[in-house]
């Protein structure tokens, strides 16, 4: 569930920003634990280069945003439904899914306020991604009648039905390193269904697909978009497969129940979460024995990023409580 982390490429900008930036300034402990202005927690984004990270709430129709330390800065409200979230590439905008008003909302970023709304129609719009200059978003309000539509960065060109018949929203997962795919998982399943969908003209055309275990949670592209890793309940592993063909790559033994899954952009490691009191489990890349692991209580589903330099992971407890928490955790 985790889109495009956009990092520092203008020199000007980066020495213009270097306080809104600065990393956590946490030596000890390696974990900070901060309670959100929220009631209940959608999805997470990064922005490194201004410093910020974005946690929406589908009930309280808000988006909590704090500085990299966890510090709240600001809470954007009447955001109905404020489900996926997703960060331009350009870094100007993130899009937040309002599925309770059938639009997908524009906050900038340098603001933190909303720039523009932009409608694609009453089908309760969830997860978002995007790939080349498109803006794809699954939805669905019925059971078997979710689909994936996508809109243009300036909202021009919304459409649906580019994938229909699903159980209900879609996982989704791009990656800059494999422009014109998407990572389609299927939660609420078992099995679970996975699928790569390659832009073809106006369409997405299957590319490959399969099963991929039970109570799938989260899904996403490695940092060189090769491989795509899952997190579901069952087998108690990330289970990682080939972005071509869905081939198995291998696996990392978490334990029981993974619940989330997230790449550093730029060093490309890997954090998995399970259901458990030692939920969250830092994987160099190219190893798949853990070398970090941290407590964060009730891990919500989806709920992990990176910041910049893949030295500090976000991730969201006290999935089963009241607020949620944001845990920067330093690796």
């Known amino acids: ?101 059938g639009a997908i909302a524009a906050l900038d970023t340098l603001t933190l306020t909303e720039r523009a709304r932009y409608p694609v129609g009453e089908v309760c719009p969830s997860d978002l991604a995007i790939t080349g200059d498109h803006l794809y978003f699954s939805y669905g309000c019925d ?54 969908l390659r832009e073809e003209g106006d369409t997405l055309a299957v590319a490959a697909s399969r099963e991929a275990g039970s109570n799938l949670a989260d899904v996403e592209f490695s940092k060189d978009g090769t491989q795509i890793h899952v997190a579901s309940g069952a087998p108690y592993e990330i289970q990682s497969y080939t972005s071509d063909t869905l081939a198995v790559r291998g696996s990392y033994n978490t334990g029981p129940y993974p619940v989330a899954v997230s790449t550093s952009q730029d060093t490309g490691a890997l954090a998995a979460g399970i259901n458990d009191s030692t939920s969250v489990r830092v994987y160099p890349a190219g190893s798949f024995t853990a070398s970090r692991t941290y407590e964060v209580r009730d891990l919500h589903w989806a709920s992990l990023a990176w910041g910049p330099n893949g030295r500090w992971v976000y991730a969201v407890g006290n999935k089963w409580g009241q607020p949620p928490t944001l845990n920067v955790l330093k690796v």
């Not at 059971?143 to 300036?154: D, L, P």
């Not at 580019?162 to 989704?172: E, I, K, M, N, V």
Request: net charge positive; no cysteine.
């Open 1 to 101: 569930m985790r889109k495009w982390n956009r990092w520092l490429t203008a020199t000007a900008m980066t020495a213009a920003l270097v306080a809104a930036t600065a990393l956590p300034a946490l030596a000890e402990p390696p974990q900070r634990t901060v309670s959100l202005p929220l009631t209940s927690f959608s999805d997470i984004v990064v922005d490194p280069t201004l410093g910020h990270v974005f946690m929406s709430s589908r009930t309280d129709h808000a988006v909590a945003v704090t500085d990299l330390s966890g510090t709240v800065v600001t809470k954007l409200t009447n955001l109905p439904g404020a489900t996926g979230l997703a960060l331009s590439p350009d870094g100007d905008t993130v899009f937040v899914a309002l599925s309770q008003y």
């Open 143 to 196: 059971t078997w009648g979710a689909g994936i539509g996508r809109v243009g960065f300036n909202g021009a060109q919304a459409r649906t039905g580019l994938a229909t018949g699903r159980y209900s929203p879609q996982q989704l997962a791009t990656s800059p390193a494999r422009p014109g795919l998407l990572a389609a998982g299927q939660p609420g399943l078992s099995p679970a269904s996975l699928q790569v």
